[in-house]
């Protein structure tokens, strides 16, 4: 009998033990340094297997539809529409020291399969816990010329001047990266949208908070204020579009404060993982600026970082 209880015992064990895949991954893909992915598994090779992915369509934190473990390869895929068309990717990866090495293709593609490795996300120790002072603040913004940025995605229009002390994007341009890499800091910013115009902040060119006109909406985790496809704002507190708007936002390890307005609509929350606007999939490591200019036309007419440091 007792051996019995201890086979039953150690096959309960060996069932819920943690497969190698389970976890939250930060990707990089080969040959495209403008875009960085994500990937969090949880209960693989199990029925309760799940997961999510950053970001297979739509900029989104995408479900994923299917897992399955067949030997040492992970694959799963994702099914849904475009165009009213059926659309089946599939990403298939192995672990090849302690790095996912994967390629992801579509069904009935006749394009190439991408390349990509996935590496494990770290633990970030830092915490706002009151033990942060502020460095000298830094106008990332010159008000008078692009200086300190350089286009994220040189295959599109640069698509920014300056004009008045305003950095305007008329939309569809690229992304601007800040040449500067950045930790722990609190930014202000200050924009003005077009009518339903979008566009982003890029926090250590990794955690998406969101521009959005959407005036008078109920909040969401797309709408402004949020921590992109990830933290919902509090409430909406965006200004109608033509209007300045103001963010303050405290970016310390993986807590974020935003204050949209004067209005706190985020208060520490914790940030999981990379958002669609990452293009630095290094957690780890200090990270630039992103602004989006690849969506609607948007202006800024301020952008002072404030390092915070020990």
């Known amino acids: 009998m007792r051996s019995l209880v201890l086979f039953i015992l150690s096959a309960a064990a060996a069932f819920a033990a943690s497969s190698p895949f389970d976890g939250r991954w930060d990707i990089t893909i080969a040959g495209d340094s403008a875009h960085a992915s994500w990937l969090g598994l949880e209960g693989v090779g199990t029925p309760a297997a799940k997961g999510t992915f950053v970001s297979d369509y739509w900029g989104d934190l995408n479900k994923i539809d299917e897992i399955s473990v067949e030997g040492?390869?992970?694959?799963?895929?994702?099914?849904?529409?475009?165009?009213?068309?059926?659309?089946?990717?599939?990403?298939?990866?192995?672990?090849?020291?302690?790095?996912l090495i994967g390629t992801s293709s579509r069904e009935g593609s006749a394009d190439k399969s991408s390349h990509w490795t996935g590496v494990r996300a770290p633990v970030i120790p830092d915490k706002d816990d009151g033990s942060w002072r502020e460095g000298k603040p830094i106008a990332i913004f010159d008000t008078k010329t692009t200086s300190g940025w350089r286009s994220l995605t040189p295959d599109k229009p640069f698509g920014w001047t300056v004009e008045n002390g305003i950095l305007k994007s008329a939309g569809g341009a690229s992304n601007l990266i800040s040449e500067q890499k950045f930790w722990n800091y609190k930014l202000h910013v200050e924009?003005?949208?077009?009518?339903?115009?979008?566009?982003?902040?890029?926090?250590r060119a990794r955690y998406e908070v969101q521009i959005l006109d959407d005036y008078g909406r109920p909040p969401n985790t797309h709408g402004n204020g949020a921590l992109y496809s990830r933290i919902l704002p509090s409430e909406n507190a965006s200004k109608p579009a033509g209007?300045?708007?103001?963010?303050?936002?405290?970016?310390?390890?993986?807590?974020?404060?935003?204050?949209?307005?004067?209005?706190?609509?985020?208060?520490k929350g914790e940030i999981e993982g990379?958002?669609?606007?990452?293009?630095?999939?290094?957690?780890?490591?200090?990270?630039?600026?992103?602004?989006?200019?690849?969506?609607?036309?948007?202006?800024?007419?301020?952008?002072?970082?404030?390092?915070?440091?020990?």
């Not at 003005?192 to 566009?199: F, G, H, T």
């Not at 936002?249 to 004067?262: E, F, K, P, S, Y």
């Not at 800024?300 to 970082?305: D, E, G, N, Q």
Request: charged content about 25%; cysteine-free.
């Open 243 to 267: 209007e300045w708007q103001t963010y303050d936002i405290r970016l310390v390890g993986r807590q974020v404060t935003v204050v949209l307005n004067g209005k706190k609509v985020i208060d």
């Open 191 to 203: 924009f003005r949208l077009a009518k339903e115009s979008n566009s982003g902040l890029g926090l």
């Open 274 to 310: 990379l958002t669609a606007i990452a293009s630095d999939a290094n957690e780890g490591h200090p990270g630039p600026l992103i602004l989006q200019g690849d969506h609607g036309p948007v202006e800024f007419r301020a952008i002072v970082l404030t390092p915070l440091v020990k």
């Open 72 to 99: 040492d390869r992970l694959t799963f895929g994702f099914r849904h529409k475009d165009g009213g068309r059926g659309i089946h990717d599939i990403y298939s990866a192995r672990i090849e020291r302690g790095k």
